[in-house]
């Protein structure tokens, strides 16, 4: 049990700071939760902490099944996985559950083993979508029926259930989309 006070100024940016570094402390224990209490008058501070996983976990968006026009990059290629082909996106699934891991995240949770990923994404009817650069997977978006939120159920939605980018393919205007 702790506790801290900032000033004023840039108080929202000294509690973001001090939250990493308490978070980076958590995580070398092995911590599983954290709690945190605040003034109900401080609005800003409730939104910080809302976005670090105190209520924020997964932004959701509702949108029509459109097609998207887009251009693509040639040095890359962008692929559906088949079933005998998910075994390839374990590497980034396990970078994607360490990126939850670190601070703001803080989602300490184990990660499932490759066949694990394997037979849960058979199970909810997953599919990926693969960016690859040279025959390697560098970025991966998983779509699945089921999902985490009471809104959207029904055979209708879809649901991204995770998603990744290796960081040195991040950023780099792969698609356009207009």
Not at 24 to 52: M, N, P
Not at 62 to 69: A, F, N, S, V
Not at 132 to 156: D, H, L, M, Y
Request: hydrophobic content about 40%.
């Amino acid at each position: 049990m702790g506790a801290n006070a900032a000033v004023s100024k840039n108080r929202p940016q000294i509690y973001a700071a001090m939250y990493q570094a308490a978070g980076e402390k958590w995580i070398k224990t092995g911590a599983v939760s954290r709690a945190i209490c605040l003034y109900a008058h401080d609005e800003e501070l409730q939104q910080q902490f809302f976005r670090y996983g105190f209520g924020l976990r997964c932004l959701d968006a509702i949108r029509p099944m459109e097609l998207i026009h887009c251009e693509f990059c040639a040095s890359y290629d962008l692929v559906e996985l088949s079933k005998a082909e998910y075994h390839f996106i374990y590497p980034l699934h396990l970078a994607l559950y360490q990126h939850y891991r670190e601070s703001p995240f803080f989602m300490n949770r184990k990660p499932e083993t490759q066949e694990g990923v394997a037979v849960s994404s058979m199970q909810e009817g997953a599919r990926y979508f693969v960016a690859k650069q040279n025959g390697k997977i560098c970025a991966f978006v998983k779509i699945s029926v089921p999902g985490e939120t009471f809104v959207a159920r029904g055979g209708t939605y879809r649901h991204i259930r995770g998603a990744y980018c290796l960081p040195e393919h991040r950023g780099r205007d792969y698609i356009k989309i207009y």
